[in-house]
């Protein structure tokens, strides 16, 4: 089959992309992954082919005012400010996904590229694959990823409708955006008010969902079209290797404390990288601190740190006593896997989420929320998770579960299975693709 994966965010949003792109095109599948232009050479180092969409996502973080709204915290700010920016990108991005698209057989796409991969899906009659790495399908097993803590007492009661509410956030901010694209690009009419969530192709396919079911279960009320297969890890390119100043680093002492925040920006990245050079000296532990898309810098590091711009998390965690991170769903999987505590400072989004997650499977402190974090609060949980042993055994042994388990190769047999009979899924007009990937 022919497969155009559409994936726009982050490089924590981008990269699970990557991966099962990388396992589709073993399993013999054609890929092409279209996301903006700033992840070229990441795409490209990995082997998949690479369709480019205008724009620089790491700009738009590393904004004044995204910086600004990122310390606040608060969601719908930032979600309307982010619709701002989609709208400004909307065409750019239907674009090049339509001349992208043509010629293939398949359509997949996430949160990130769900309207827009739907558009195209529609355009151009093709099937559409949803595939996520957080859970977006209502449930009464828990509450929305933004809504993580709903009152106790109202039970399940209210989880359906916080992930209605936060499908109707998504689509109200990104609706103008999705009108502008669908008309002036695609030819197409304007979606419902309330947005596609009944269309046809949204239900006509299984969907993926691309994190551990160690790490949540799949609730007992999604139906068998609900694939929940693991995490889509995507590992350094075999020819990598890591800077010999890192290694040296690691092989001089014990292993130190991870601490970065990706993709969040700071205003005020000394005073952060300060707060954190403090809790680390408070609790004698020596530390790796990742500059990210934040710029989180100091001038003078203590001999018992080490800065970097980037590193595959995959080889980094293994090597560490303790991860302290914003809460990216790619983050954490990737601490998970590792098998050491992880310390969660969530700034927005799903991150709050995943950092309850962490905490109730009982494999990091509380998280501490970016607005509330002082080196005080960040001693004090760099200390537990050092020294509780129930702790730390709980995330080495979730750590072996993950590690045991292949979401990349689940989800390809998923997409196999699509591909040897369509209509077993109900697709609609009768589509079928075929082995051979062509329309009968």
């Not at 719908?76 to 293939?104: F, V």
Request: one cysteine or more.
């Amino acid at each position: 089959m022919r497969i155009a994966l559409i994936a726009t965010g982050s490089r924590g949003d981008v990269e699970p992309y990557i991966a099962l792109g990388k396992g589709l095109q073993k399993a013999g599948h054609i890929v092409r992954l279209v996301t903006h232009e700033n992840f070229e050479m990441l795409v490209n180092a990995h082997g998949v082919e690479f369709w480019p969409v205008a724009g620089n996502v790491q700009d738009i973080a590393q904004s004044p005012e995204m910086r600004q709204l990122l310390e606040r915290g608060n969601f719908l700010a930032i979600m309307s400010h982010m619709a701002k920016e989609a709208q400004r990108g909307a065409l750019a991005l239907a674009e090049a996904g339509l001349a992208a698209c043509r010629g293939m057989d398949l359509v997949l796409a996430g949160i990130g590229g769900l309207f827009v991969g739907l558009a195209l899906a529609e355009k151009l009659e093709l099937p559409f694959l949803q595939a996520y790495y957080i859970p977006f399908t209502p449930t009464q097993a828990f509450a929305s990823f933004a809504f993580p803590k709903l009152p106790a007492w109202f039970g399940g009661a209210l989880n359906p409708l916080s992930h209605h509410l936060t499908r109707q956030i998504m689509w109200q901010t990104s609706r103008s955006a999705d009108k502008l694209a669908r008309q002036k690009v695609l030819g197409l009419p304007a979606s419902p008010f309330w947005g596609p969530y009944h269309a046809a192709r949204l239900h006509d396919y299984p969907i993926l969902y691309g994190y551990s079911p160690s790490v949540i279960p799949p609730p007992s009320d999604w139906d068998s079209n609900m694939h929940v297969t693991g995490y889509w890890f995507l590992d350094p390119p075999a020819d990598w290797t890591p800077p010999p100043a890192l290694v040296e680093f690691l092989q001089a002492g014990p292993p130190p404390v991870y601490v970065g925040f990706g993709s969040m920006s700071n205003r005020k990245p000394e005073e952060t990288a300060d707060l954190v050079l403090q809790a680390l000296a408070r609790t004698q532990q020596r530390g790796i601190i990742l500059s990210g898309w934040g710029g989180m810098q100091t001038a003078d590091l203590p001999r018992s740190v080490y800065m970097l711009d980037s590193i595959p998390f995959s080889w980094l965690f293994p090597r560490v006593a303790v991860v302290v991170h914003h809460g990216g769903a790619g983050t954490t999987a990737a601490g998970l896997r590792a098998g050491v505590p992880s310390i969660v400072i969530p700034f927005f989004g799903d991150q709050p989420f995943w950092g309850q997650r962490v905490a109730e499977l009982g494999v990091g402190p509380e998280p501490i929320p970016r607005k509330k974090l002082t080196v005080d609060r960040l001693a004090q949980a760099i200390q537990k998770a050092l020294t509780d042993q129930t702790m730390r055994q709980r995330a080495a042994d979730l750590g072996s579960k993950i590690q045991a388990e292949d979401g990349i190769a689940r989800a390809v047999a998923v997409v196999q299975q699509i591909e040897k009979g369509g209509a077993a899924y109900g697709c609609p007009d009768g589509y079928l693709i075929t082995v051979h990937g062509s329309k009968g």
